[in-house]
């Protein structure tokens, strides 16, 4: 099924004369190209590196069409979201504070990695 972000991505960007709450770095809406395909567009060009290391489950329906078409974890995770919809890049002291904040929109979050040079 699909996940509307608008409401949690209004709340953070401080749209609709709100003052921003946030000092929101980049915003990547998973879609076709995977995770591995999609995030890296938002990161700056320039000895930027980013590692994903507490992505969450697969849900099972993807690990169905994996096991279905063969196919390998390398190529599902840069072929679909396998579960993580949108991601967002903040400072690390802005983390928790991010996390509140789309939970009370009613959807699910965590930090998934985090990025250097």
Partial sequence: PSIVYHGALLELLGRFG???KLNIKGIAHITGGGLTGNFPRILPKENMDFTLDNLPPAPPAMKELQ????VSDEEAYSTWNMGVGMTLVVAKRDAKKTLELVKKQGLKAQVIGRIGK
């Fill in 18 to 20: 709100k003052k921003r």
């Fill in 67 to 70: 096991r279905l078409g063969n």
